[in-house]
């Protein structure tokens, strides 16, 4: 007789470094039991600079794009999160004004958690605020390789780091190459590089030139060969 198939179902995989993807599944069903379920459409901000809110939006669904704009009115890229990222956690530990803008891109499903919800579960879960503590290390780990970058690579090369930890953290190999799937401009990648917009272009030309970016099409990029752009990159 043959094995009935498993009616079971199967645990969902969260993108790797995501918070969710650090937590024990008996922890993680705990925290996403926690808060309340809202959808955004694209292109809304959903945590704004400087504001003085201190919930955080468990991303559950969808991609936002996290930035910054100075006094002169230039908006900066700092990253990229989706789904099991945790996004807003500053605000809600130290209860001061955001730091960034949060925008979705595309639509998004998330869990509002109140910093009063989130620091009760810190409080009951000390492994769940370790490991959000480390996340929390982690990113300021790459912000200060980007400075360091900053200081000893030149434009494009500085543009091909970050194309490569986005490719390899968020990326999808396709027939021609790997792409982002992200809606990402020139000039918001270059800016997680820290270069301003003018410089954009010229970093941009200087890959297609060297074949390691074929095009920039529909808002994406096409990485054909992983190894030549980390090659490229010093990586």
Partial sequence: MLPMPSTAPQEQVWPRNSLLSR???????????????????ADREVIEQDAKDTHVLLLLEGVVKVQTTDETGDTALLAIRVAGDLVGEM???DQKPRSATVVTCGDV???????????GFLHRRNDVFVELIGMINDRL???NQRRRDFLSHPAAERVA?????LIETYGREEVHGWTLGIPLTK??????AGMKPRTAEKAFSDLRKAGVVVSHLRR???????????TYAGI
Avoid at 109 to 119: C, G
Avoid at 222 to 230: G, K, M, N, S
């Fill in 91 to 93: 605000a809600a530990l």
């Fill in 109 to 119: 499903v998330a869990k509002l958690i109140t910093s009063v919800e989130l620091m």
């Fill in 161 to 165: 780091r970050v194309l490569v930890e």
């Fill in 220 to 230: 994406d990029v096409l990485i054909p060969d992983l190894d030549e752009l980390r």
């Fill in 187 to 192: 000039v918001e990648l270059a800016s997680i």
């Fill in 23 to 41: 937590l024990r599944e008996n922890t993680r069903q705990e925290l996403l039991a926690v808060g309340t379920v809202v959808r955004y459409a």
């Fill in 141 to 143: 780990r790459t912000a």
